[in-house]
Nanobody, 115 residues
Framework: QVQLVESGGGLVQPGGSLKLSCAAS????????VVWYRQAPGKERDFVAS???????DYGDSVKGRFTISRDNLKNTVYLQMINLKPEDTAVYYC?????????WGQGTQVTVSS
């Protein structure tokens, strides 16, 4: 069973930065991809960013140019660096990994952007 643990969330002022981590219980190269999603209160879970086994990255339109997804293979961790944060970035952020058709989710980490 794959376990994913997100961390790094918190309260930050508009324009600030945070770096989220998604630590996996096994080698991240076992995963076809790792994806960050977010869910704001009363809204659907939205795609934020992804990285596949080959290193290809993709971003949602609302975060392009502000968020960067990366990975540390030795630490089995995928990161989401967020800069120039806006109040509309407030949400619970989740990471998801898949091995073919099996999907695994973390418990989420809260990000609140407010002055």
């Amino acid at each position: 069973q794959v376990q994913l643990v997100e961390s790094g969330g918190g309260l930050v002022q508009p324009g600030g930065s945070l770096k989220l981590s998604c630590a996996a219980s096994q080698n991240i190269f076992n995963f076809n991809s790792v994806v960050w999603y977010r869910q704001a209160p009363g809204k659907e879970r939205d795609f934020v960013a992804s990285i596949n086994v080959g290193g290809r990255t993709d971003y949602g339109d609302s975060v392009k140019g502000r968020f960067t997804i990366s990975r540390d293979n030795l630490k089995n961790t995928v990161y989401l660096q967020m800069i120039n944060l806006k109040p509309e970035d407030t949400a619970v952020y989740y990471c998801r990994a898949n091995i073919v058709s099996k999907y695994f989710w973390g418990q989420g980490t809260q990000v609140t952007v407010s002055s």
